[in-house]
């Protein structure tokens, strides 16, 4: 079936540490986004891409390296990870950067920084 | 850049017809208006999207004053498995660093027997 995998689906860390959340989709989606999702604050975008090897920045990038060597992927890493990263991450995919065309989600990452 | 605004949670019971509204008064001219929904430990849903006037499909419509101003969100004849957060969504056909798609912080509504 065709969709879009996130793992892992929970992750305890230390702050300081790196940590790469990875996402992978079927549908063959050129643009692919990274969310967090945070109480009271609904979903904030972090970083989308148009297609492989073209990254942008979204609402909250600051402490989020992404890259996107393959279609189908598309890893969040966090190079130094702070508390205040704690989150739940979700990854989707669509056929368009906007809002015209809906947007899959995955099932999220439950990320925690001790 | 559009700023949307939903309430915070709604009750309603089973059988009924819920309308949530959203407000996003600085709508730009090319803006969609998309609706998702999200249970518990689950990424959020497609439900429905539209653009003007209304839209309709198999378990919502869509209501959208001439303005755009706000949307309303109609889930007819309610039931327990709808109790969930709902997320209004409004954005460009494409993005960019000036134009963001900008979600509403959700309304959780909880469908009581």
């Known amino acids: 079936d065709a969709g879009i995998t996130q793992s892992p689906r929970y992750k305890i860390t230390e702050t300081g540490r790196q940590v790469t959340l990875m996402c992978h989709q079927t549908w063959s989606h050129s643009y692919m986004f990274w969310y967090r999702q945070d109480l009271g604050h609904g979903l904030r975008l972090i970083y989308y891409s148009a297609a492989a090897d073209i990254t942008d920045k979204g609402e909250v990038p600051d402490g989020y390296v992404v890259s996107r060597s393959k279609t189908e992927n598309f890893p969040l890493t966090l190079e130094s990870a702070t508390r205040s990263q704690t989150s739940v991450y979700f990854c989707a995919s669509s056929e368009s950067s906007g809002g015209s065309e809906p947007q899959h989600f995955g099932d999220g990452t439950r990320l925690s920084i001790l | 850049l559009a700023k949307t605004t939903q309430p915070i949670s709604m009750d309603s019971y089973e059988g009924q017809e819920v309308n949530i509204t959203c407000s996003h008064n600085n709508i730009a001219t090319n803006d969609y208006i998309t609706w998702y929904q999200q249970f518990p430990s689950q990424g959020p849903r497609f439900i429905i999207q539209?653009?003007?006037?209304?839209v309709t499909n198999e378990v919502a419509s869509l209501f959208i004053p001439a303005d755009r101003k706000s949307s309303t969100l109609s889930l007819p004849r309610v039931s327990l498995s709808d109790t969930a957060v709902y997320y209004c969504l409004v954005g460009p056909p494409i993005m960019d660093s000036n134009y963001q798609l900008i979600w509403g912080a959700g309304t959780k509504l909880i469908i009581k027997p």
């Open positions: 539209g653009y003007k006037t209304k």
